[in-house]
């Protein structure tokens, strides 16, 4: 199991093969190339950008929300900046069924309307917020409902690699960051994301 310590990968490593997923979730070993790789795992930013940021969130975590901002002027700034979100639902039943609603989203090109709409909203959340929300950014909740319901082997596949892949990686709450060879629990400000993407873009000085 690779932990804080021993957590390596090359930068710029080559897209991972389906089989590894299997592969991690019948060892139970953690794969670093589906940490920054995993196919079915949403990226924003560069898709070819030479750093890749990893960042464990939930819909409902006060600290992720008011961290997204940060992370969206720090991604609009750096041009070579690739960002993957791992939902990983830690709040409960409205956070798991906002992850799935907003994965299925992306089965209707609709992702990044409704990652940006439930991230605006301010505390805990229920179900009806949540429909609301999305409604309101113009995501059909019942298109976004159908989106998983179609796909719902692979996003739900996605959902327990990313849980198993944050307690792999010592995480114990939202939001967790990965760049390179380093692992940040918390919330991180724009000068503490910079130096993380710096850190990971140069690791050696």
């Given at each position: 199991m690779?932990?804080?310590?021993?957590f390596?990968?090359?930068?710029?490593?080559?897209?991972?093969?389906?089989?590894?997923?299997?592969?991690?979730?019948?060892?139970?070993?953690?794969d670093?190339?589906?940490?920054?790789?995993?196919?079915?795992a949403?990226?924003?930013g560069?898709?070819?950008?030479?750093?890749?940021?990893?960042?464990?969130?939930?819909?409902?975590?006060?600290?992720?929300?008011k961290?997204?901002?940060?992370?969206?002027?720090?991604?609009?700034?750096?041009?070579?900046?690739?960002?993957?979100?791992k939902?990983?639902?830690?709040?409960?039943?409205?956070?798991?069924?906002?992850a799935r609603?907003?994965?299925?989203?992306?089965?209707?090109g609709?992702?990044?309307?409704?990652?940006?709409?439930?991230?605006?909203t301010?505390?805990?959340?229920?179900?009806?917020?949540?429909?609301?929300?999305?409604?309101?950014?113009?995501?059909?909740?019942?298109?976004?409902?159908?989106?998983?319901?179609?796909?719902?082997?692979?996003?739900?596949?996605?959902?327990?690699?990313?849980?198993?892949?944050?307690?792999g990686l010592?995480?114990?709450g939202?939001p967790?960051?990965?760049a390179g060879r380093?692992i940040?629990?918390?919330?991180?400000?724009?000068?503490?994301?910079?130096?993380?993407?710096?850190?990971?873009?140069?690791?050696q000085?």
């Open positions: 690779i932990d804080r310590r021993n390596l990968i090359l930068s710029g490593a080559a897209m991972v093969l389906p089989a590894a997923a299997k592969a991690e979730a019948e060892t139970g070993a953690l670093p190339q589906m940490v920054f790789h995993d196919p079915d949403p990226a924003l560069n898709p070819q950008g030479d750093v890749t940021l990893v960042e464990f969130f939930d819909y409902q975590c006060p600290f992720c929300k961290n997204h901002p940060v992370l969206e002027e720090v991604m609009a700034e750096d041009r070579g900046l690739r960002v993957v979100m939902d990983w639902p830690v709040f409960g039943p409205v956070s798991l069924r906002a609603l907003v994965l299925g989203a992306q089965e209707n609709a992702y990044a309307t409704a990652l940006e709409a439930l991230m605006a301010k505390g805990r959340l229920s179900d009806a917020q949540v429909d609301k929300t999305l409604n309101a950014a113009g995501v059909s909740v019942p298109k976004a409902q159908a989106g998983y319901q179609s796909a719902r082997q692979k996003i739900d596949a996605v959902l327990a690699r990313n849980d198993r892949q944050a307690s010592g995480l114990f939202t967790g960051f990965v380093m940040y629990p918390g919330a991180l400000d724009k000068a503490a994301l910079t130096e993380a993407i710096r850190v990971a873009r140069h690791p000085g």
